[in-house]
């Protein structure tokens, strides 16, 4: 375990500053937590005015305490806050937590930023400000104004938002869910969740990570931690924001940018996180994962007594991207015992609703005891012939004969009162059982995604080899002549700097030397506009393709002339691009870009003219590896066309890679380059190749106004 955190974690001295003799005021309710959750360090209430809260000695200031401060919970207004810091600062805290708002989540950056100076100089960590405090159970320490008793556990929770954190608290209580850790981390400061999950990640109390996200401010620090911590645990996220809308809001509560929503769920789904859709399915995952055994494979079956809600659960199934067990052999042999001869024993398997008690213990045991059944998805549908009495002590039975073997279970229950109560009386043992077929499915195939991300062994990729200094020397061009944007020549340079394939081009000066250059390219050719200030050739009607012969060289290079002078007479036109005519192919787009929140980002997907309106693109944050990659293409859905389809030959996918992978490179070395993408990209046939047609290099600081 790391040492550099396990101080908050694990204190052996607390002082709450702003102690308060109010039982109504956070500082008092603090204290209260600390002494009712049993703590055993030492405790070291602070307030001007001295003398004694709930039995415990008052110290004027932090100064006037005579031994060493591990923890200072600072529960004080905003406005003394820089003066409590500074004292300590002085007397040597390792971390404080400030409960204390008004600061960057209300416009008030100066005195934040004051905060931080002072513990930076000093070596102290500021957790906040803005938040609820924490909690851990390894020194039942709660440090938290929560109204809610807290349960230890196995579950650790970060969260961004105070109010929503003090409510999942609340939550936990009710769906007996408990605790390792819970941590506020509200403005993150100093601290933030890439520090905490250092903690957490080798912290074997922890089975499951859950957290709550309104905005990245380092996100290339948060991806490998939580990559390292992916591999030994469960991580959840849940992340507002989604919406354009719910991004402002989530951006002005918190004084930290939303980031795109696409970006973020592509790079929890690379990092093996698990998002989450709501507080109630991340909380259904919490409790499953923390208990479910690993599953040897994904072979599942459906265990029914109705037909309907089997056809629920299989299009849940679908759609979590669980696989049935289909082998009907096999499927026959194992629940023909347990099956009337009117039910089936097709997946879902269905006993009918005749089954009683005895009946479903028969059908579970099946795949208990079958070697080729890995999990098993339980519904029950309340029936007049079924012994109501005999449903829990069924179910736990069920639940235990799985676990003996390692093979994962759920149970989804409809009924009445007698349901509803064994739901809740089963819940509380912390069995996954549920009111619904959804959650129950969910939960599954939480579990197998997790598995999928945990059993991967991929080497991380090292780059792709670029000419690095004659990409910076095309750069250096541009800054001098203060361009925000690379010229069509320099993008194409920059490309084949790179090793990707170009199309072969000319710049000409003159119409003479256009039609030169078609001659000695070759017909048809493509002509292109190249100017500094006209950056959408089409829009300015500086483009004309498939041109067959001298004439329409000559006639295009006059249309462009005029369209441009008549779209900008001021503009700058460097020439005219001649260049080569490129036979039809899968056109693609691969991208690049330096993400607020993430940093290097790449992007692939179906390019073309209408790459806007399809938005058929994946994402991932850089550098990534070959396989994934892979796993990136196969997320669009186009995809298939890669693969060949109505008779078309199979595409030159590990082209495809390598170039995603060298414009992730180029990115990621060349730091004054903010975005840069290829469109198209035609995509041949399988080892024939592919070429780069329309390049745009975007450079940092001085992008184009939108």
Known sequence: MSNNYQRLFEPESVAIIGASHEPKKIGHTILNNLLKGGYKGKIYPVNPSGGEILGQKVYKSVLDIKGDVDVVSLAIPAKFCVDAVRECAKKGVKFIQIISSGFSEVGNDKEEKEIVRIAEESGMRILGPNTFGMYSAEVSMNLTFSATPIKEGGVAI???????????????????????????????????????????????????????????????????????????????????????????????????????????????????????????????????????????????????????????ATDACEKHNIDLFDDQKVLREAFEKATPSFGSTRNPIDITGGALAEDYLAALNAPVDCEHIDSTITLYCETATFDSENLIPMVRKSYDRHHEVSKPVTYAIVGGEAVEDAIQELSRQNLPVFRDVEPAVSCMGALYRYSDF??????????????????????????????????????????RASGITMPKSIIAKNLSAAVDAAEEIGYPVVMKVVSRDIIHKSDAGGLALDLLDKQEVIDAYEAIMNNCRDYDPDAHITGIEVTEMVTS?????????????????????????????????????????????????????????????????????????????????ILNRCDRISDIEINPIVVYSEKTGLKALDVRILLQHTKEEK
């Open 454 to 495: 945990k059993n991967r062994h991929i080497p991380e990729f090292e780059g792709s080899d670029i000419d690095i200094d004659a990409i910076n020397a095309i750069i250096d061009k541009a800054v001098d002549d203060e361009r925000n944007f690379l010229l069509a020549d320099e993008a194409q340079d920059v490309m």
């Open 585 to 665: 192919g899968l056109e693609m787009v691969l991208g690049a870009i330096r993400d607020a929140s993430f940093g290097p980002v790449v992007m692939c997907g179906l390019g073309g003219i209408y790459v806007e309106v399809m938005k058929d693109v994946a994402f991932r944050s850089f550098p990534l590896n070959e396989e994934e990659a892979r796993r990136m293409l196969q997320e669009i859905k186009s995809y298939p066309l890669l693969l060949g389809v109505r008779g078309e030959e199979k595409k030159d996918i590990d082209g495809v890679i390598d170039s995603l992978l060298k414009v992730g490179t």
């Open 158 to 312: 970060l969260t961004q938002s105070g109010a929503l954190g003090i409510a999942m608290i609340g939550r936990t209580g009710v769906e007996n869910m408990g605790l390792s850790a819970i941590v506020s981390t509200g403005n993150k400061s100093d601290l933030d969740e890439t520090a905490l999950l250092e903690y957490l990640e080798d912290h074997d109390r922890t089975r499951v990570v859950l957290m709550y996200i309104e905005g990245i401010k380092n996100g290339e620090k948060l991806i490998p931690a939580l990559k390292r911590i992916a591999t030994k645990k469960p991580l959840i996220v849940i992340k507002s924001g989604r919406s354009k809308r719910g991004a402002q809001a989530a951006a002005s509560h918190t004084g930290s940018l939303a980031g795109s929503d696409a970006i973020f769920d592509a790079v929890m789904k690379q990092c093996g996180a698990l998002r989450a859709e709501s507080l109630e399915e991340a909380f259904n995952w919490c409790r499953f994962l923390s208990f479910a055994p690993e599953p040897l494979d994904k072979r599942t079956v459906i265990v029914t007594n109705g037909g309907g809600i089997g056809v629920l």
